[in-house]
């Protein structure tokens, strides 16, 4: 009877060892859970210098707003002033009030 005791208790023993073993094996050789996205904080709708900001949003019908005439076209990162060639055909992203805030702002000017 203790021979039959012995060996049940080795083999609850050794069933342990073997459980704990794989679980800390899959734990290990899990592939790790990719990091959260970095959070970039909001634009600022504010200009720097503490004054309101240098553009406003175009029109839904693609013109800009009384006082900012100069449009500019964020993906190909040029401005257009009014008289330039494309100014008219041009549907804006924003629309600033002079080519010297577009460029401060970074866009360049188109190139007629």
């Known amino acids: 009877m203790t021979t039959a005791l012995r060996r ?4 609850v023993v050794l069933a342990t060892l073997v459980s ?3 679980a800390w094996w899959n734990g290990r050789s899990g592939v790790p859970a990719p990091a959260a996205p970095p959070q970039w904080p909001p634009l600022p709708t504010v200009d720097p210098s503490g004054g309101e ?14 006082g900012f005439p100069v449009k500019v076209k964020q993906s190909s990162g040029i401005y257009h002033v009014p008289g330039g060639r ?6 804006p992203d924003r629309c600033y009030a002079t ?4 460029h401060a702002d970074g866009y360049r000017p188109s190139k007629s």
């Open 99 to 102: 080519a010297e805030a577009a």
């Open 8 to 11: 049940t208790l080795l083999l």
């Open 20 to 22: 704990a073993a794989y």
């Open 53 to 66: 900001s240098p553009w406003v949003p175009a029109n839904a019908d693609g013109s800009c707003p009384e």
């Open 86 to 91: 494309f100014h008219e055909r041009t549907r």
